[in-house]
């Protein structure tokens, strides 16, 4: 050991740096790959647990989003949302189709996991316990505001300018004490000593599939529904002259055909008190609501006014120049439509004259039941299982949605393997992303003039829930009865026999045995006409989505740019 104290000279020498020294260069490609990996990694991770974009094919929530083939709206999907939160209901998600795993959809969700749930006269109605009473499932204001503003009962060209046609067209008009100007754009009503209303004509306000985008659709089948709309809204922009005792509006919901909603707005000078009633009119009813601040609601003659009259979820609102004045709940309970009833909307003044300058209708959502061949008529209590949910489209009468979800299911014959796949062989091709049935022949176009499109009998086909089309040899295969499995109407434990083996099946497990070229082109092409769910009889309803298959929020549309905005 050296004990000297001198101090060594340390055999590395540090080289200081001089400011004029270069820096040591990664190159031009190095540089740019390094940043163009990087580049990539994040947008992976970004696409994977954070947002992504996805286009919607499809019209079932129009007109929240616009679907088209080969694709519509472009929407931007919070991934991130629920690794930390549980979705709330009528948020709309994107999921995984448990049917057809390769396909994403996007819908409303309307149940929530432990709930038992049911459709009435056009709402959403939840309960948690078998006894327990069903209560309407309301949207916030906010949602329902929104909603309302995206379906237009009376096409929106023509509520920015009043004309006779129009008026005459919708409503029920009083020739000899209206008068419609149409340079002017109003309508002037003189009710003298007594009461004069337009009226919505019967018949105009069904709920259909929503129509202002149909000049981009190749089919304009009327999808509308014979049952009366429950939830209503009414803007008004009127001028009270002098003398107009009140501004009347009445919504007649058909679902309660005996319960219309009246609201009176006072004017000045007329001698009468602003009210809101909710059910008959007639001398001792019970009707009036407790008004809050409409009660203090007084109209100045001469002077322009907004009024908004809307009914939502079991919940009526009055809005005046964009002020909430009186916002009520009341309970109806669940209920059937009563058949051949109709809603109505009636306006206009009682004593006095007065004009109108514009005038605008809205519905809700309108969730109807579901009825096919197979269920006809049939009233579904959705039973939904922990840890799953329920979603429906916001174009009822034209959505592929949880209501009609079909599975079926084949033997292959050789090894007993059963395949389960959508009834609707539902796939991600832009170009077909549906079929008539399932299993099917390939099908094209045949030549010009040719309606009836050609089949190839030498392969039956088959697309399962993982999105493996099986080419199948005439006869290798049987059609199941899924009913006969025990499975309930609805259960998602089904999708539990895909890939099992049945080698040894009874009678009660297959529906079609041995299925030959002959057979399936009798099952799908009768007279040479296509039959749509030819297997339905022997598919189960499939209802649920597990809490796994979520893969995020819909937040907003960015694509095209005049539909940019947020998704509520």
């Known amino acids: 050991m050296d004990m000297s104290d001198e101090p060594k000279k340390s055999f590395f020498r540090r080289r200081k740096k001089k400011a004029t020294d270069e820096?040591?260069?990664?190159?031009?490609?190095?540089?740019?790959?390094?940043?163009?990996?990087?580049?990539?990694?994040?947008?992976?991770?970004?696409?994977?647990?954070?947002?992504?974009?996805?286009?919607?094919?499809?019209?079932?929530?129009?007109?929240?989003?616009?679907?088209?083939?080969?694709?519509?709206?472009?929407?931007?999907?919070?991934?991130?949302?629920?690794?930390?939160?549980?979705?709330?209901?009528?948020?709309?998600?994107?999921?995984?189709?448990?049917?057809?795993?390769?396909?994403?959809?996007?819908?409303?969700?309307?149940?929530?996991?432990?709930?038992?749930?049911?459709?009435?006269?056009?709402?959403?109605?939840?309960?948690?316990?078998?006894?327990?009473?069903?209560?309407?499932?309301?949207?916030?204001?906010?949602?329902?505001?929104?909603?309302?503003?995206e379906n237009p009962v009376i096409p929106e060209k023509s509520t920015d300018k009043i004309k006779g046609a129009w008026v005459r067209e919708w409503f029920q008009v009083p020739d000899s004490k209206v008068k419609i100007l149409g340079k002017e754009g109003v309508v002037t009503m003189d009710a003298g000593n007594a009461e004069l209303m337009l009226t919505t004509k019967?018949?105009?306000?069904?709920?259909?599939?929503?129509?202002?985008?149909?000049?981009?659709?190749?089919?304009?089948?009327?999808?509308?529904?014979?049952?009366?709309?429950?939830?209503?809204?009414?803007?008004?922009?009127?001028?009270?002259?002098?003398?107009?005792?009140?501004?009347?509006?009445?919504?007649?919901?058909?679902?309660?055909?005996?319960?219309?909603?009246?609201?009176?707005?006072?004017?000045?000078?007329?001698?009468?008190?602003?009210?809101?009633?909710?059910?008959?009119?007639?001398?001792?009813?019970?009707?009036?609501?407790?008004?809050?601040?409409?009660?203090?609601?007084?109209?100045?003659?001469?002077?322009?006014?907004?009024?908004?009259?809307?009914?939502?979820?079991?919940?009526?609102r009055v809005v005046i120049d964009g002020d909430e004045v009186l916002s009520y709940e009341y309970v109806q309970h669940w209920q059937n439509p009563p058949r051949g009833a109709q809603s109505q909307v009636n306006f206009g003044f009682v004593h006095g004259k007065g004009r109108i300058s514009s005038i605008a209708i809205y519905r809700d959502v309108h969730y109807i039941q579901y009825s096919d061949d197979h269920h006809p008529g049939k009233e579904a209590v959705f039973t939904i299982p922990e840890g799953y949910y329920l979603f429906f489209g916001d174009n009822p009468p034209g959505s592929?949605?949880?209501?009609?979800?079909?599975?079926?299911?084949?033997?292959?014959?050789?090894?007993?393997?059963?395949?389960?796949?959508?009834?609707?062989?539902?796939?991600?091709?832009?170009?077909?992303?549906?079929?008539?049935?399932?299993?099917?022949?390939?099908?094209?176009?045949?030549?010009?003039?040719?309606?009836?499109?050609?089949?190839?009998?030498?392969?039956?086909?088959?697309?399962?829930?993982?999105?493996?089309?099986?080419?199948?040899?005439?006869g290798s295969y049987d059609i199941l009865q899924l009913a006969g499995f025990g499975f309930e109407d609805g259960s998602p434990e089904v999708l539990a026999l895909h890939g099992t083996d049945l080698t040894e099946p009874t009678p009660q497990h297959i529906a079609e045995s041995k299925v030959t070229t002959a057979k399936l082109k009798n099952f799908i092409k009768p007279g040479g006409k296509d039959v749509q769910h030819a297997f339905g009889r022997y598919s189960r309803l499939m209802h649920y989505v597990p809490r796994e298959d979520l893969v995020g929020q819909a937040n907003m549309v960015f694509w095209p740019i005049n539909r940019w905005g947020i998704i509520r």
């Not at 539902?426 to 022949?441: K, T």
């Open 23 to 149: 820096l040591p260069k990664r190159g031009f490609w190095r540089g740019n790959l390094e940043a163009f990996t990087v580049a990539i990694v994040m947008a992976l991770v970004i696409k994977t647990y954070v947002f992504e974009a996805f286009q919607v094919p499809t019209e079932s929530m129009e007109p929240t989003i616009i679907g088209r083939t080969p694709g519509g709206d472009r929407i931007i999907v919070n991934k991130f949302k629920y690794q930390f939160s549980d979705p709330e209901r009528y948020q709309v998600v994107v999921f995984r189709y448990p049917m057809a795993r390769m396909v994403n959809y996007v819908k409303r969700l309307v149940g929530i996991s432990g709930e038992r749930l049911r459709i009435g006269h056009g709402d959403i109605y939840a309960t948690r316990e078998a006894g327990d009473t069903f209560k309407v499932a309301r949207k916030d204001r906010e949602l329902c505001s929104t909603i309302f503003m």
């Open 202 to 316: 019967p018949g105009r306000l069904v709920p259909k599939r929503n129509d202002r985008y149909a000049h981009d659709r190749s089919s304009k089948k009327d999808l509308g529904v014979d049952e009366p709309l429950s939830d209503l809204r009414i803007d008004l922009t009127v001028t009270p002259s002098s003398g107009v005792k009140t501004v009347a509006i009445i919504l007649k919901d058909g679902t309660q055909p005996n319960m219309p909603i009246r609201l009176d707005l006072a004017v000045s000078g007329g001698g009468a008190t602003s009210s809101l009633t909710h059910g008959p009119t007639h001398v001792g009813s019970n009707g009036d609501v407790d008004g809050g601040k409409l009660a203090d609601v007084t109209l100045q003659a001469g002077e322009e006014v907004d009024v908004a009259l809307e009914n939502c979820d079991d919940r009526i």
């Open 400 to 474: 592929l949605d949880a209501r009609g979800w079909r599975i079926i299911g084949i033997r292959l014959r050789e090894d007993g393997k059963i395949l389960l796949g959508d009834m609707e062989a539902v796939s991600d091709s832009f170009e077909w992303p549906r079929r008539d049935n399932n299993p099917y022949f390939q099908t094209e176009k045949g030549p010009p003039g040719h309606s009836t499109p050609l089949i190839d009998p030498n392969t039956h086909h088959f697309l399962d829930i993982f999105g493996n089309e099986w080419d199948l040899d005439s």
